[in-house]
């Protein structure tokens, strides 16, 4: 084991050192095991893992946290396995274009479709309005717990172990054409880096209208706050807005391949 992640155990573990044991019997471990393709040493972590805010009112053992902490960590291996994963598998792409693909694989929608897949919804420790709000498609809850699973799994049984699971959720999501079905959707692409990056949402507006009712040219511009822009054209506004957010990318790459 590494001292890293020896020092990392620590940092995450509760200071009373109290017991998840009545904990144990609202999850079916040996059930997670199996919809995990793990095999789990920890049984603290992992029930940590499934442990939502809403549910902590509801344990009496003092010094149990819920899985924020572990969702932390967890989120950080997450993009450092698809960023390792997509520097292998494309090399000829270049950064910025890498980081759209980073993006679009670890959003929330992608973790959403990763949780399904392992069926974590079932194993979530919830209060009753948060279980609601999960069944009403509260995307928030389930991937930041698919995130913390992950964080578990890392401090459990290593790198290696973790990058084993991130790995095989990515590579049934690049079969399935995660990555393909928006490559052509700008406006996603200027979306997604801008999340990637901390940025504000993209916004669009139309500066100019030409031609008369029937024969419309629209130019519209993109912004991300004050330190970006995309001019596009089109017949319509949409045709004009992609237009102006792969403007916007065409700069993003320019920069990045020039050092900016």
């Known amino acids: 084991m590494s001292s890293l992640r020896q020092w990392i155990q620590k940092f995450f573990r509760t200071t009373s050192e109290q017991s998840f044991s009545e904990l144990y019997s609202k999850i079916d471990l040996a059930q997670f095991e199996h919809a995990l393709h793990y095999h789990i040493r920890n049984r603290d972590l992992f029930s940590q893992a499934m442990l939502h ?16 902490r572990l969702e932390f960590l967890g989120d950080s291996v997450l993009n450092m396995v698809a960023a390792e994963h ?42 009753n309005s948060a279980s609601q709000a999960a069944e009403k498609g509260s995307e928030t809850i389930v991937a930041d717990a698919y995130e913390a699973v992950i964080g578990a ?50 916004r669009y507006t139309i500066v100019k209208e030409d031609g008369p009712d029937h024969d419309r040219t629209f130019t519209v511009e993109a912004t991300i706050g004050v330190g970006l822009f995309g001019m596009g054209t089109g017949k319509n506004k949409k045709e004009a807005e992609q237009a102006a957010a792969e403007n916007a990318l065409m700069q993003i790459n320019e920069k990045r391949a020039a050092g900016n």
Not at 167 to 189: M, P, T
């Open 53 to 68: 805010r809403s549910y902590s009112q509801f344990v009496n053992t003092p010094g149990i946290q819920s899985n924020e």
């Open 86 to 127: 997509l520097f292998s598998a494309y090399p000829r792409a270049e950064e910025g274009r890498l980081t759209v693909l980073r993006a679009r694989l670890v959003n929330r929608k992608a973790l959403v479709s990763y949780a399904k897949q392992i069926r974590l919804r079932d194993f979530l420790l919830l209060s």
């Open 153 to 202: 799994i890392y401090l459990d049984g290593g790198l290696e172990e973790a990058r084993q699971f991130v790995h095989r959720q990515l590579v049934s999501a690049l079969e399935g054409g995660l990555l393909d079905e928006a490559d052509e959707n700008y406006k996603s692409a200027l979306l997604e880096y801008a999340q990637a990056n901390g940025k504000e949402i993209p």
